[in-house]
């Protein structure tokens, strides 16, 4: 039905966005409530869910102690009792806190019992660095639970997919797992309003192109995006797929696109090894685009290291526009 | 101790009786023993197929702890929910559970309450409240915190009943989920079964408070510590807990003094503890021997009665095992089945 029903756009902040769609979830459907820490009054660390607390009050938008593993479990057990908690980690570094709660418990509960229950449970994890806060406040731990069955891992890149796959989030009836990137936070964009939802597990291509296929996740798509951009002035071509979901993962669109094109590369800003570039790798290495590939696979991702306080050596450890220019400039022309 | 003789001196007459007896009626009662009876047999039955290779893995038998189990879930409804341990298969009955669909999760089968999936580690039946026990030392805690947060929220008036072990207090999640159950006064009752080792160290060695319940004075909670052997004080004290639960006072939590008889799970050899110190918790302590003559004392059931429950028991297992042998193993094309929830 929602479908349907024309609504306008506006611009919104990602932030902003955010608080919509947990705004729009908590009017529909009084079984959704919000946890986290300092999410009430002080409207949480990066103010996402801003003044929300005065809107539905302190029952629905609870603030907890300092208890990210106490904290994640009592979500799991509201949501296995039939609630549909929103649980927001102040910066997704403290998952690691509450890793039993997600990995041993949420992600399993249901395939244990044998499809007894279910786990309708969305946390939420502020990610990424480029905040000067150093190496305990700015990681990017997606692929970390992009490796457990049972859960559902997203990585919306824009204020239309924050809202758009929250809401859908919200209404899967399993374990979802936000990560937004802190950096998106203030960047605006056209945001439809009321209620639409952005399809979990499907990868979106934001830019076609036909010598090149960028997959990106997260704030990666926009730096992807601003080098095809310069790239396109050298008549160069080059596709960007916005991965979206890291679990369950859309093969098919990176598969299409890459038989296409014939080339890849993927862009993330986690550390590189044994993340999502080696699994989109390794899958089209796998796959039937294998055999169009014209050239070895490029993964920029993060350096093999901690992120770094100083401003320099922050910038330095993440992929970069100019970095992705350079190897995608060097991937067509055939200079690697 | 706490408890009582094993022969209660004072005679009973009204006011004087314990607890249970002015609570419940025999019926009731008769019934609370049958469930011990049902425990323990159905952890010799599980033992005696382990052995027999009829299942593998590993387990962790409750013999020896039965008051427990029946004393907290006797005035539960199935609207009641518990969170229970690896130590879990009396919670499972005590909660209401069929001992046949037990043991055909234990055979791996789909008959089973998980299809096989879960095991004993995972035992639980959903739909007498068992929201499952638990391969995480403390990972149950958080759980029932949540379960009694939604009861709080829907207003449905039940009680979630949170079970765990001594050595299960020193994890962080304990200190977490008690904070967060008193501050939010949910209806969570927290059920320590201490039976004085986690594995092989002792509740000395690992634990700085004396008792267990002691920590509740951290929490603002009651803590109670009751003789874990003695069905009537723990029903007791589960049943003031409840009521505070009910009335919105909060958490309490209560400490059951109890004891393993068996090792730890299947690989133990019993080195830390003396055989004198088992043989006399098997002697002096046992739960049903203690329950039955208190029983027999007060006129509830004769010797007969007691024959004829245990026989009567001795073929369910003996059924519940035969159904388990008998069931279907699951298809591995399924192995991937329940992972995610089915959506049209
Ligand atoms: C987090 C965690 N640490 C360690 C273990 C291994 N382990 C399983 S049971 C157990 C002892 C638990 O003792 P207690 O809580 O007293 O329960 P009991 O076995 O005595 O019933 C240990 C160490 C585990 N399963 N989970
Ligand atoms: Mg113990």
Not at chain 1, 221 to 226: I, Q, R
Request: net charge negative.
């Amino acid at each position: 039905m929602d479908a349907i029903i024309e609504t306008a756009t506006r611009e919104l902040s990602y932030a902003q966005a955010i608080q919509e769609a947990m705004a729009i979830a908590m009017e529909r459907d009084e079984r959704v409530f919000l946890m986290g820490e300092d999410i009430g009054v002080y409207g949480g660390a990066f103010q996402v869910t801003g003044d929300l607390v005065e809107r539905f009050g302190p029952e629905r938008v609870m603030d907890t102690p300092i208890s990210e593993l106490g904290g994640a479990g009592v979500a799991v057990g509201a949501a296995v009792t039939g609630l549909r908690p929103i649980f927001e980690f102040q910066f997704s570094d403290f998952a690691t806190l509450a890793m039993e709660q997600i990995v041993n418990q949420a992600a399993k509960m249901r395939y244990m019992l044998g499809g007894a229950v279910s786990v309708p449970v969305v946390m939420r994890f502020p990610a990424g660095s480029g905040t000067g806060a150093a190496a305990q406040h700015s990681q990017s731990l997606e692929a970390w639970l992009g490796h457990v069955p049972g859960l559902k891992v997203i990585q919306p890149a824009t204020p239309h997919d924050a809202k758009g796959l929250l809401l859908a989030a919200i209404e899967d009836p399993d374990p979802v797992m936000i990560f937004e990137h802190k950096l998106l936070y203030k960047m605006k964009g056209p945001v439809p309003e009321g209620h639409y939802t952005v399809p979990i597990g499907k990868a979106d291509v934001r830019r076609e192109g036909r010598d090149l296929t960028i997959v990106a996740t997260s704030i990666m798509v926009h730096k992807a995006l601003e080098a095809a951009e310069t790239l396109s002035g050298e008549g160069i071509d080059i596709e960007v797929i916005d991965l979206r979901t890291v679990r369950p993962m859309d093969r098919q669109t990176v598969i299409d696109s890459v038989r296409k094109t014939s080339r890849l590369m993927c862009v993330y800003e986690a550390v590189k090894t044994l993340g999502i570039g080696a699994e989109v790798s390794a899958m089209i290495a796998e796959s039937e685009a294998f055999d169009y590939l014209d050239a070895p696979i490029v993964r920029l991702g993060g350096a093999e290291t901690p992120i770094p306080y100083n401003p320099e050596l922050e910038k330095a450890t993440v992929p970069q526009v100019d970095g992705i220019v350079q190897a995608a400039r060097d991937l067509v022309t055939g200079a690697r | 101790m706490a408890g009582k003789a094993k022969n209660g001196a004072e005679k009973p007459n009204g006011a004087n009786l314990p607890f249970l007896y002015r609570h419940y009626d025999h019926e009731t009662l008769r019934g609370a023993l049958r469930k011990m009876h049902l425990i323990r047999q159905f952890e010799e039955g599980a033992e005696e197929s382990y052995m027999r290779g009829l299942i593998h893995g590993t387990m962790h038998l409750s013999i020896g702890q039965e008051a427990s189990a029946v004393g907290i879930c006797l005035g539960l409804t199935d609207e009641d929910q518990i969170t229970s341990t690896h130590r879990g298969h009396g919670h499972c009955i005590a909660k209401g559970a069929d001992v046949s669909r037990m043991f055909a999760e234990f055979f791996g089968k789909t008959t089973g309450y998980c299809r096989g999936r879960g095991g004993s580690m995972h035992i639980a039946d959903v739909s007498t409240g068992n929201l499952g026990a638990n391969g995480i030392v403390g990972g149950g805690l958080p759980i029932a915190v949540g379960a009694a947060l939604t009861a709080k929220k829907t207003k449905s008036g039940n009680v979630v009943v949170c079970f765990f072990g001594d050595g299960a207090n020193n994890e962080g999640a304990f200190h977490e989920a008690l904070n967060m159950a008193a501050i939010w006064k949910l209806p969570v009752i927290f059920v320590c079964e201490n039976n004085g080792y986690g594995m092989s160290t002792s509740v000395e060695r690992a634990t700085a408070v004396k008792n267990i319940a002691d920590r509740a004075a951290a929490y603002a909670m009651p803590g109670v510590i009751v003789e874990g052997n003695v069905v009537s004080d723990v029903a007791q004290a589960m049943h003031e807990a409840t009521e505070r639960a009910r009335k919105g006072e909060g958490p309490t939590l209560i400490e059951c003094k109890t004891y393993r008889y068996r090792g730890h799970s299947k690989s133990d050899r019993n080195r830390y503890r003396t055989k004198e110190e088992i043989e006399e918790w098997m002697t002096e302590r046992d739960p049903i021997e203690m329950f039955e003559a208190e029983l027999q004392e007060l006129g509830v059931i004769d010797m007969a009665g007691i024959e004829a429950i245990r026989a009567d028991v001795a073929r369910e297992i003996a059924e519940g095992i035969e159904f388990a042998k008998e069931s279907p193993m699951p298809d591995v094309a399924n192995l991937e089945k329940y992972v995610y929830t089915e959506q049209a």
